[in-house]
């Protein structure tokens, strides 16, 4: 099993950048297909980004989409969140998630670790 640890959250003015970053230990983090979820109160967790264990593909949900860049490092067991341009309504928990040897998906169910979540707060 994966363990993630997310870092690098804080508080950022409208307009302005944050870069993300999640460290992974446990098992062999290549084979695993890398997620950034948020969550809000009273809202579900919803996808915000994928990449690939090769990093040859990603994705993105439409409302990040231009802003947000997920990178990663197998090497360094590392993947990482570039947030530009960010909104209030960004404002969020961000998690990272990992399923193992599968494709990009926006179902959090289908992810099989998670990080205990790092906040980001967008102000106006």
């Known amino acids: 099993q994966v363990q993630l640890v997310e870092s690098g959250g804080g508080l950022v003015q409208t307009g302005g950048s944050l870069r993300l970053s999640c460290a992974a230990s446990?098992?062999?983090?290549?084979?695993?297909?890398m997620g950034w979820f948020r969550q809000t109160p009273g809202k579900e967790r919803e996808f915000v980004g994928g990449?690939?264990?090769?990093?040859?593909?990603?994705a993105y949900a439409d409302s990040v989409k231009g802003r947000f860049t997920i990178s990663r490092d197998n090497a360094k067991k590392t993947v990482s969140l570039q947030m530009n341009s960010l909104k209030p309504e960004d404002t969020a928990v961000y998690y990272c998630?990992?399923?193992?040897?599968?494709?990009?998906?926006?179902?959090?169910?289908?992810?099989?670790?998670w990080g205990q979540g790092t906040q980001v707060t967008v102000s106006s």
């Open positions: 990449i690939s264990w090769s990093s040859a593909s990603t």
């Open positions: 998630a990992a399923r193992w040897r599968g494709t990009i998906v926006v179902d959090r169910d289908l992810y099989d670790g």
């Open positions: 446990g098992r062999t983090f290549s084979s695993y297909t």
